[in-house]
């Protein structure tokens, strides 16, 4: 990867949030929210592919450069959340790893009651601003 200017990728970092949450809050189409500089998938999903797509036009990287920026990032929050950690994006959320202990559940069918085993579950939390902006 070519040398980027530290700025831009945080600009387009947060844009690539904002854009995100601007189109997720909103009951329109994608394409009228955003313009038609942005490609999401007809689901209204943000991919990878979306998310390269944005460093590519936004900073000027290659796609291969973009993807395999969007990979690294990605990667290193799944080793960060395996080995324990929570990760927090600021104005964005932060992903906590919990662990539950064993405890009995009931089948809401038939009302027998069943051990659910210790696991460990991965939640997240939206930050304020992100919770002020879906409202």
Do not use: W
Request: proline share 4%; with cysteine.
């Amino acid at each position: 990867m070519g040398r980027v200017n530290r700025a831009n990728v945080e600009t387009c970092t947060i844009s690539l949030f904002y854009n995100y949450e601007f189109q997720c809050m909103s009951k329109l189409d994608p394409s009228e929210v955003a313009g038609p500089e942005t490609k999401m998938a007809d689901t209204g999903t943000l991919t990878r592919a979306d998310l390269a797509e944005t460093l590519n036009r936004e900073i000027g990287l290659s796609r291969a450069d973009s993807a395999s920026m969007i990979e690294a990032i990605l990667d290193h929050m799944t080793v960060a959340l395996l080995d324990g950690d929570n990760v927090k994006i600021s104005g964005f959320g932060t992903f906590v790893l919990r662990d539950k202990g064993e405890r009995i559940g009931r089948n809401p069918k038939t009302g027998v009651e069943v051990p659910i085993t210790p696991r460990r579950v991965l939640t997240f939390r939206a930050s304020q601003g992100m919770r002020q902006k879906v409202k």
